[in-house]
């Protein structure tokens, strides 16, 4: 059983390292997926090589783990090909390991009812715990809930505001493998909250020059361009409905913006952007 486990996080983490490398956008949101993707394909490494020591509290880790790999994906915007097969392939990967656990489960305790009743008592062991749930610290009792079975995002979307604050804070620091958790709250207290109403699309300014369309069809329109120094200086273009603001680096010729991070230009549009300020 475990060594199928193996195999299957081998599969994870080839399809980890596909979706960490595969996306061309230069991004924000692309460069946050690839690093993220990339820290849990190192861990499912070592996840990998601890074989049959595997138990189901490290393979509900593994699973967590994946779903925040498979969150990032999904957030990148234009996703290509490559990064729509990556996210299947690890959906794929997670429901097979979903499949599996009932069985890892029960095999892990007839494994625990054969040990020798004298075992958990020896001399100098501590008596097994007897703490209340309210006195574990917030980490412990949100484990708690997950080996229990019950659904770590229903608890935490029904919390009151001080606690959530605190479990927010404790997932931050020391178990993050509950952010995925984390997030589906905060998406369900979203979700109930008042539509606010939508701001107008913002017209391209009537000085705007339009310098053609973007990779993803919107069309672009420069707004300002000024020369600061030898090194770039700074833009403001319209792209579809939002405007950009940034400092253009003629060296590297990339767009640092506050918003998106540093990019490289993906179409020629945004090239003329670029070269708006650096002709």
Partial sequence: MKTRLALFITAIASAVAVAALGYAYNTYKASEAKNLCQSIATELEAFKAEGNKLSTDKVQAIKDRLVDCKVALQAVPFKGEDIQRSIIKVDDVDKQITAMMPMLVIAEGLQNAFK?????????????????????????????????????????????????????????????????????????????????????????????????????GEPVYLISASRVNTTGGQVTYQIGSDVVSGYVNCKTNTINTAAYGSFSPQSQAIQRVIDAVCR
């Fill in 116 to 216: 020798p009743a004298s075992s958990a008592t020896q001399p100098g062991q501590p008596a097994p715990s007897t703490t209340k749930f309210e006195n574990l610290p917030p980490c412990e009792q949100l484990d708690a809930i997950a080996k229990a079975g019950k659904s770590v995002a229903d608890y935490l979307d029904a919390s009151d505001e001080t606690a959530f604050k605190t479990y927010q804070g404790a997932i931050k620091t020391s178990c993050t493998w509950h952010q995925s958790q984390l997030d589906v709250a905060i998406a369900k207290w979203q979700a109930r909250q008042p539509k606010s109403a939508q701001p107008a699309p913002i017209a391209p300014s009537s000085s705007g020059s339009f310098l053609g369309n973007a990779v993803t």
